[in-house]
C-alpha cells in the first residue's frame, strides 16, 4: 500500500481531511527546503506537494512564478529535487511526497529513468500539470510500475470525457483546480466547487483534493467540510517570500498550523 493511500485511509477513520502544502524545491535556497518541510509536518501536513521549479511554469500565478524563478537561479534542477528528498527521509519515512511540476524536464531525463530516480529517492507521487490523461496512458504505467502515483488535475472546464481519463489513469488522489485560472487567484467560490465535485465522485473513489486560491483557514475549513484534501500553495510561498531565511520555517509553521486548525475545527 502506498504512503499516499495508507494516509487518505487513516485520516479516514479519524474523520479528518488531508492538508496537502505546496513549496518549490530550492526556494529561496536549497538549503532551506528539507527544513521547511520539516516545518509543514510539525504544523500538521499531511502531505507535502514539492514544486520542481521551472522556466515556464504556465499553471502558476506570479507567486509561484517567483518562486521558480529564485530556485532556479540558485542552481536547482530535477535532480537536486531528488537529492533534496533522499535528505528528508533520512528522517522522516511516513509523510507522502508528490512531485508537482511540468514535462519539460521530465522529457529531458526520459519518463523511466525519472521514475526509477523518484522512486528509489522516496517520492511517492507525480503531478505533471502539462500531461493530460489523453496522453498520459504510458507514462501513467511507468509510474505505477515503480511503486509511484499518478495525479492529475481536473477543471470547473473539464469535460466528462476528461474525468473519466483522468480517473482510469490516476492512483493517491486527483486535484481539482477549483476556479478558471492560475495559483494564487483570489476569486474562489466555494459553492462552486461544492456543485462540481459529484461529477468527479461519481467517476472515481480516490480522495479527491481542491487547491487554487485558499488562503486562510476560514476557507481551508469551507472546503475540507466538501472535500477529501485542502491544497495550499501561493499562500505559503508570499509567507516565505516576506521572512528572512532565520524566520521563515517558524512563519510557515505557524500559518499551516493555522489552516490545520480551521481544518479540523470544520471537521
Do not use: W
Amino acid at each position: 500500500m502506498s504512503r499516499i493511500k495508507s494516509s487518505f485511509d487513516r485520516l479516514n477513520a479519524q474523520g479528518r481531511k488531508a492538508l496537502i502544502p505546496f513549496i518549490t524545491a530550492g526556494d529561496p535556497d536549497a538549503a532551506l527546503t528539507v527544513p521547511l518541510m520539516h516545518a509543514l509536518v510539525e504544523a500538521g501536513a499531511d502531505i507535502i506537494e514539492l514544486g520542481v521549479p521551472f522556466s515556464d511554469p504556465m499553471a502558476d500565478g506570479p507567486t509561484i512564478q517567483r518562486a521558480s524563478e529564485r530556485a532556479l537561479a540558485k542552481g536547482m534542477s530535477l535532480r537536486k529535487v531528488f537529492e533534496l528528498v533522499v535528505t528528508f527521509r533520512a528522517t522522516n519515512q511516513e509523510t507522502p511526497i508528490v512531485l508537482m511540476g511540468y514535462a519539460n524536464p521530465i522529457e529531458a531525463m526520459g519518463a523511466e529513468v525519472f521514475a526509477a530516480a523518484a522512486s528509489k529517492s522516496g517520492v511517492d507521487g507525480v503531478l505533471v500539470v502539462d500531461y493530460p490523461p489523453e496522453e498520459s496512458a504510458e507514462f501513467s504505467v511507468a509510474m505505477k510500475q515503480h511503486g509511484l502515483d499518478p495525479i492529475f488535475l481536473l477543471a470547473p472546464t473539464s469535460t466528462e470525457e476528461r474525468i473519466a481519463g483522468a480517473a482510469k489513469l490516476a492512483s493517491g488522489y486527483v486535484y481539482y483546480v477549483s476556479l478558471k485560472g492560475v495559483t494564487g487567484s483570489a476569486a474562489l467560490d466555494v459553492g462552486a466547487v461544492a456543485a462540481r465535485l459529484p461529477a468527479i465522485r461519481e467517476k472515481t473513489g480516490l480522495p479527491v483534493g481542491v487547491g487554487f486560491g485558499i488562503r486562510d483557514a476560514e476557507t481551508a475549513g469551507r472546503i475540507a467540510a466538501i472535500a477529501d484534501a485542502v491544497v495550499v500553495g501561493s499562500r505559503i510561498i508570499e509567507e516565505i517570500e516576506k521572512s528572512t531565511p532565520e524566520t521563515a520555517c517558524a512563519n510557515v509553521k505557524a500559518l499551516v498550523s493555522s489552516i490545520r486548525r480551521g481544518m479540523d475545527a470544520a471537521a
